[in-house]
């Protein structure tokens, strides 16, 4: 099978010369399809055969959710982005370049009814635990790095590019320091989950892979002690999904989707949850008051005066 990124070209002639297509098309599909192959490979996804539909809808939703430039995407971007991951899925069938078209049943998302992908709170759990199996230097990496994803809602980027002196595990307030878009630096707190497995990894992995290395400040590292990378994080999430039995579709994203969704289910203010996540806007973030229905309804019956009839009020005869 052929690689992504190198088609991408052979498509775009293809709508200059046989379609047609104006530059300013061809420049908007463009930019469209390399942020699309830009999620991919962050995936460790770079070749036609390894893409899924699941792997459209995610970007898609991510698109309208506002992660993938920061703020939501209008209407027209995210039906464009559609169609244009779809033309470049279709050409890549018709070219022979592909075996099966995974964007063939994908429509044009509906923005503002796209919801986040969050896992419930006991498959979590059982994704956090699957890292563990084994407990030796590597199982412990992988236990610290997906309890810290949880507990932050960090993207993946920013937890990889953690260093050693961003994780503070006093015993009062531990917290982590991350940069987000821009550099933007916030302090997120950890649960004693994340707490306990970041200081085992510490203690007991990270000077036995550092020893390999050259020295790295960086907090995650590899089996050579270099920087843990983004495409081996999502690896180690794909492992742990599959030892869980959760199926293939669990990305860093959905670890942050479910920090959020969780927080906002147990009571936490959306403005809380925008600084948690580091949204410039809380536009971003409203998208995850969408899935928190059965909390809103319970907030609404117990705070509202007249939601509910008193069980002790009589009923008022007719009149």
Known sequence: MHSLKDSEEDWLAHLRIERGASAHTVSNYRRDVDRYLEALSAQGITRTEEVTPSHIEEHLAALSGGEITGKPAAASSTARASASIRSFHRFLLAEGLAVSDPSAKITSPKLGTRLPKALPVDEVTALLEAAQTGGDVLALRDSA?????????????????????????????????????????????????????????LVRSRPALAHKGKGSAALFLNTRGAPLSRQSAWEIIQRAAKRAGLGGHVSPHTLRHSFATHLLEGGASIRDVQELLGHASVQTTQIYTKVTPTTLLEVYRSSHPRALAKASEEPRSGA
């Open 145 to 201: 790095l997906l309890e810290l994803l949880y507990a932050t809602g960090a993207r993946v980027s920013e937890a990889v590019g953690l260093s050693v002196d961003d994780v503070d595990l006093d015993e009062e307030l531990p917290v982590v320091r991350l940069y987000g878009k821009g550099r933007k630096e916030r302090i997120v707190p950890l649960g004693s989950f994340a707490k306990d497995a970041l200081a085992a990894y």
